[in-house]
């Protein structure tokens, strides 16, 4: 078994456009409700997921 802890790389405007077009069912189906937690009062939103 490997267990780790690591760093996605993402594309921040590919967050934007999939909060603007799926909303709350994204956020729902990709984030656990910790990361959800965390990101949603701040400033920059997508960029925090």
Avoid: C, P, W
């Amino acid at each position: 078994m490997i267990i780790g802890i690591g760093s996605d790389l993402i594309d921040i405007r590919r967050i934007e456009k999939s909060l603007e077009r799926h909303g709350q069912r994204f956020i729902q189906r990709i984030y656990t409700e910790v990361e959800q937690a965390r990101s949603e009062n701040r400033a920059a939103r997508a960029a925090s997921y």
